[in-house]
Nanobody, 122 residues
Framework: QVQLVESGGGLVQAGGSLRLSCAAS????????MGWFRQAPGKEREFVAA???????YYADSVKGRFTISRDNVKNMVYLQMNSLKPEDTAVYYC????????????????WGQGTQVTVSS
């Protein structure tokens, strides 16, 4: 069982930066792949970024070069550094944990956090 709690969301102007954090409970955290998804009003939840248990990273094309995912297996934390934010990045951002499989698909993730709101003003 893994419990996830996101933090770090907020209101930022376009071009600004935010760092999201995800605190995970559970002794087996280091064995999970971790992902960030987001959901804007009226839209489906979409993949943002993921990091495997070994540190390989994956990004959606829309955020590549602007966002960076990282993890700290000692602190049981996952981070999403978001730079050069755009109004279209506005969404609720969710942290999730996956046992295995393709990290791009939400149905591969067994555990989800409650989400944190990110709002980018133009």
């Amino acid at each position: 069982q893994v419990q996830l709690v996101e933090s770090g969301g907020g209101l930022v102007q376009a071009g600004g930066s935010l760092r999201l954090s995800c605190a995970a409970s559970g002794r087996t955290f280091s064995t999970y792949g971790m992902g960030w998804f987001r959901q804007a009003p009226g839209k489906e939840r979409e993949f943002v970024a993921a990091i495997s248990w070994s540190g390989s990273t994956y990004y959606a094309d829309s955020v590549k070069g602007r966002f960076t995912i990282s993890r700290d297996n000692v602190k049981n934390m996952v981070y999403l550094q978001m730079n050069s934010l755009k109004p279209e990045d506005t969404a609720v951002y969710y942290c999730a944990a996956a046992n295995s499989g393709s990290y791009y698909y939400a149905d591969r993730y067994a555990y989800w956090g409650q989400g944190t709101q990110v709002t980018v003003s133009s």
